[in-house]
């Protein structure tokens, strides 16, 4: 059974930073991308990055301030945050397992976490 834990949300002030974790089990994903999506209080999810070990992706929102890594060898995506923002306030989830090239589609991952929350106090 395939599942991805996330870890490292939590409260932190605006212009501050965190950094997410994600572990992956049940199933080598060395060669699948890996990514994090996020949900904000009342709103659709949001694609975040993604990693294809080719390539790495950000919506315009994130991209200089969020960076997503995934060390060799390992089952792991990280999302590290800087310059955080009120508007990043959401639940943050990890995917794998994408099976299309439209990798800013939550439906086309077959595994996801359930998630950790990030507040951004203003």
């Known amino acids: 059974q395939v599942q991805l834990v996330e870890s490292g949300g939590g409260l932190v002030e605006a212009g501050g930073s965190l950094r997410l974790s994600c572990v992956a089990s049940?199933?080598?994903?060395?060669?699948?991308?890996m990514g994090w999506f996020r949900q904000p209080p009342g709103r659709e999810f949001e694609f975040v990055a993604t990693?294809?070990?080719?390539?790495?992706f950000y919506t315009d929102a994130v991209d200089g301030r969020f960076k997503i890594s995934r060390p060799n060898g390992e089952n792991r995506v990280y999302l590290e945050m800087t310059n955080l923002k009120p508007e990043d306030t959401a639940v943050y989830h990890c995917a794998a397992g994408l099976h299309s090239p439209d990798y800013y589609i939550p439906n086309n991952y077959n595994y996801w976490g359930q998630g950790t929350e990030v507040t951004v106090s203003s």
């Open positions: 049940g199933r080598d994903f060395n060669t699948d991308a």
């Open positions: 990693d294809t070990w080719s390539e790495r």
